[in-house]
T-cell receptor, first 113, second 116 residues
Framework: KNQVEQSPQSLIILEGKNCTLQCNYTVSPFSNLRWYKQDTGRGPVSLTIMTFSENTKSNGRYTATLDADTKQSSLHITASQLSDSASYICVVSANSGYSTLTFGKGTMLLVSP | DTEVTQTPKHLVMGMTNKKSLKCEQHMGHRAMYWYKQKAKKPPELMFVYSYEKLSINESVPSRFSPECPNSSLLNLHLHALQPEDSALYLC???????????????FGPGTRLTVL
């Protein structure tokens, strides 16, 4: 069964600090891994998409890494801002098809002033 | 235009009401999706339309009835819902062929549904 596990479940950090969120997956056959940011009551917004051949990808202060061998990914947030407070969801796509996205339960990040 | 819009933003309905959720995109995407998301849970896929035809129904109760009148619009008709159907309903779209490869899914802001 395809699964995506995220840790920690929730995290509180001070504004300006860095943090790293983790994602472990067992999805086969693997196609790509995405990180989404979801504000409360809003739809998810894509941050990064990586295929198995990509080890790292950045989007502003967000940097995602992928280790396809260990089936692990991380999302590093640099110099956090209050607006970074949201749920960060790791989503893994299997090869082809429409209903092939496996969602993690997300990490709820709170950036405190 | 890289936006998926959904209306209404909020909806409160009784168990005997009939209502509809609407979703629209103008990115030329030919795959559109409905998801249901409960609080603190990940989205759950409900329906997928590909080229305006229903491709996937994830065993959703018949009180939810999807409709895709054209390539830009997706509706979800609601009838005789239960209180446990209260949730955030998300619409998404992608290039045809699904979300594999770099066919990114774009999500709308959602409709917050409360069933009394």
């Amino acid at each position: 069964k395809n699964q995506v596990e995220q840790s920690p479940q929730s995290l509180i950090i001070l504004e300006g600090k860095n943090c790293t969120l983790q994602c472990n997956y067992t999805v086969s056959p693997f196609s790509n891994l995405r990180w989404y940011k979801q504000d409360t009551g809003r739809g998810p917004v894509s941050l990064t998409i990586m295929t198995f051949s990509e080890n790292t990808k950045s989007n502003g202060r967000y940097t995602a890494t992928l280790d396809a061998d260990t089936k692990q990914s991380s999302l590093h947030i640099t110099a956090s801002q209050l607006s970074d407070s949201a749920s960060y969801i790791c989503v893994v796509s299997a090869n082809s098809g429409y209903s092939t996205l496996t969602f993690g339960k997300g990490t709820m990040l709170l950036v405190s002033p | 235009d890289t936006e998926v819009t959904q209306t209404p933003k909020h909806l409160v309905m009784g168990m005997t009401n009939k209502k509809s959720l609407k979703c629209e995109q103008h990115m030329g995407h030919r795959a559109m999706y409905w998801y249901k998301q409960k609080a603190k849970k990940p989205p759950e896929l409900m329906f997928v339309y590909s080229y305006e035809k229903l491709s996937i129904n994830e065993s959703v109760p018949s009180r939810f009835s999807p409709e895709c009148p054209n390539s830009s619009l997706l509706n979800l008709h609601l009838h005789a819902l239960q209180p446990e159907d209260s949730a955030l309903y998300l619409c998404a779209s992608s290039q045809a062929g699904g979300p594999s490869g770099y066919n990114e899914q774009f999500f709308g802001p959602g409709t917050r549904l409360t069933v009394l």
